[in-house]
């Protein structure tokens, strides 16, 4: 994927560089999200091609760093042409909804480390606290 030309697609698609509009966000996610499935099924047949089959999990972060470059320049256009950025709020959704979810489907076991990570970390985080105020 070009990033340049999938930035220029989408402002185009979703009119982000045009004065006084406020954009559709969950069409905007949606977007990203048909760019994050593009993105694996292109990966996907490339391994295929090469005699394998299925996913890898490095490939899958690169297409997600991929698309969190494009969401950076998409906002990055917006601001240069509205005066406001696209907030973090709209990545967040996306991921929640197309990362995450694709992540768990694709690769349940590494989900499953990061969801004990944030469980560990949160845990942590209220032993430092409790400890504070000790």
């Given at each position: 994927?070009?990033?340049?030309?999938?930035?220029?697609?989408?402002?185009?698609?979703?009119?982000?560089?045009?004065?006084?509009?406020?954009?559709?966000?969950?069409?905007?996610?949606?977007?990203?999200?048909?760019?994050?499935?593009?993105?694996?099924?292109?990966?996907?047949?490339?391994?295929?091609?090469?005699?394998?089959?299925?996913?890898?999990?490095?490939?899958?972060?690169?297409?997600?760093?991929k698309l969190?470059?494009?969401?950076?320049?998409?906002?990055?256009?917006?601001?240069?042409?509205?005066?406001?950025?696209?907030?973090?709020?709209?990545?967040?959704?996306?991921?929640?909804?197309?990362?995450?979810?694709?992540?768990?489907?694709?690769?349940?076991?590494?989900?499953?480390?990061?969801?004990s990570a944030?469980?560990?970390?949160?845990?942590?985080?209220?032993?430092?606290?409790?400890?504070?105020?000790?």
């Amino acid at each position: 994927m070009d990033i340049q030309q999938k930035v220029t697609e989408l402002v185009e698609q979703h009119r982000l560089n045009q004065p006084n509009y406020e954009f559709n966000r969950d069409n905007l996610i949606k977007s990203l999200g048909d760019s994050l499935e593009a993105l694996l099924l292109a990966q996907a047949k490339f391994r295929e091609a090469k005699g394998k089959e299925g996913y890898i999990y490095p490939e899958f972060k690169n297409a997600t760093v991929k698309l969190r470059a494009v969401f950076d320049a998409l906002s990055m256009v917006r601001k240069t042409t509205t005066g406001k950025t696209i907030s973090e709020g709209v990545w967040l959704c996306f991921f929640a909804k197309y990362v995450a979810t694709r992540r768990k489907a694709l690769f349940p076991d590494i989900q499953q480390k990061i969801e004990s990570a944030k469980i560990e970390k949160e845990h942590n985080m209220k032993l430092l606290k409790i400890n504070k105020h000790d």
